[in-house]
């Protein structure tokens, strides 16, 4: 008759073998964590003591501006001083082709002369004033 006792073999595994593999992959572990913890602190270090590279062209380009056109840096004041440009177009006489003989006249000085002279009417075929 056969044994039917219940047991395990002790043959098949080595604990003792898997145990120990297991410890020297954490202590494996544990030494790389720490050399690359030692190779950032380096390359921090490195990179601290690094002066910053000084580009040639670079160089004296602190007063250079874009060229135009260029962004606004105060577009109220700017609106201000165009608002009063052409107020001052507006407001004044002057030439606008002096070798034509065109001038500028003041904008309420211009409504008046077109209210006394009224606007010009063209002529057509269709006109039954006489």
């Known amino acids: ?3 039917t006792s219940v047991g395990h073999e002790g043959t098949d595994v080595n604990i003792r073998a898997v145990l120990g593999f297991g410890a020297g992959l954490f202590v494996a572990a544990v030494l790389i964590q720490f050399m ?3 190779l950032f602190l380096y ?11 000084e580009y040639p062209l670079a160089v004296g380009g602190q007063t250079r501006v ?3 056109p260029r962004l606004q840096t105060n577009p109220r004041e700017d609106l201000r001083i165009l608002r009063a ?21 003041p904008i309420d000085e211009a409504i008046k002369l077109t209210v006394q002279r009224g606007l ?5 075929k269709g006109d039954t004033k006489k």
């Open 85 to 105: 440009r052409e107020d001052g177009v507006l407001n004044s006489y002057g030439w606008v082709d002096r070798t034509a003989g065109v001038v500028r006249i």
């Open 36 to 38: 690359v913890w030692l």
């Open 120 to 124: 010009p009417v063209r002529q057509g």
């Open 66 to 68: 874009p060229p135009e």
């Open 1 to 3: 008759m056969a044994d």
């Open 43 to 53: 390359f921090s270090g490195r990179e601290a003591a690094r002066v910053a590279p």
